[in-house]
T-cell receptor
Framework: GAVVSQHPSRVICKSGTSVKIECRSL??????MFWYRQFPKQSLMLMAT?????????EQGVEKDKFLINHASLTLSTLTVTSAHPEDSSFYIC????????????FGPGTRLTVT | QKEVEQNSGPLSVPEGAIASLNCTYS??????FFWYRQYSGKSPELIMS????GDKEDGRFTAQLNKASQYVSLLIRDSQPSDSATYLC???????????FGTGTLLAVQP
């Protein structure tokens, strides 16, 4: 149990285009999901907290108009990187908090984004 | 003071030995604590959760929590080369309503 999927696993896009990443909790409901970014050999960096039915909460320094988050159901959150630039190339990882447990949070497999 | 402190390592142990990973945290309100394992190039995987003072065992893993000392640890018995990874300590921050991740300890188990 406690499986989180993420799609796509890898994406290459041209500078200036937008990319959408999907995060799904497959066997549990998740009112709250999180989006992280990780650069090589660096720590996880929380970008935003996604809440079902309400606006996402962004961490300081993260542009909400560039990283659009939608949490339309209890099992799906999406992150759209708009007008991508090469510096947005990174490993994007979502996680979902299981509503049925004490704050246990499960991670998706991640999406490796390369902007050319 | 960092919210979560871990020795970055690498912590090198021989195969079959006990690996001891330590973590201190600053938020006294934290009530839930988690250990994640992250292999290079992969996403983190939840391996242990602990909520009460004392020890919690699960297979080769034992988590230890001391809230008075704001200290949590993870012991890995009979370490295997496949345990080589970065281990992330993550208290649940009651004030922030989210996990606070340490920078992780890189464990290297030598065959």
């Amino acid at each position: 149990g406690a499986v989180v999927s993420q799609h796509p696993s890898r994406v290459i896009c041209k500078s200036g285009t937008s990319v959408k990443i999907e995060c799904r909790s497959l066997d549990f409901q998740a009112t709250t999901m999180f989006w992280y970014r990780q650069f090589p050999k660096q720590s996880l960096m929380l970008m935003a907290t996604s809440n079902e039915g309400s606006k996402a909460t962004y961490e300081q320094g993260v542009e909400k108009d560039k990283f659009l988050i939608n949490h339309a159901s209890l099992t799906l959150s999406t992150l759209t990187v708009t007008s991508a630039h090469p510096e947005d190339s990174s490993f994007y990882i979502c996680s979902a908090r299981d509503d049925g447990t004490s704050y246990e949070q499960y991670f998706g497999p991640g999406t490796r984004l390369t902007v050319t | 003071q960092k919210e979560v402190e871990q020795n970055s390592g690498p912590l090198s142990v021989p195969e079959g030995a006990i690996a001891s990973l330590n973590c201190t945290y600053s938020d006294r309100v934290s009530q839930s604590f988690f250990w994640y394992r992250q292999y290079s190039g992969k996403s983190p995987e939840l391996i242990m959760s602990i909520y009460s003072n004392g020890d919690k065992e699960d297979g080769r893993f034992t988590a230890q929590l001391n809230k008075a000392s704001q200290y949590v640890s993870l012991l890995i018995r009979d370490s295997q080369p496949s345990d080589s990874a970065t281990y992330l300590c993550a208290p649940y921050g009651g004030a922030t309503n989210k996990l606070i991740f340490g920078t992780g300890t890189l464990l290297a188990v030598q065959p």
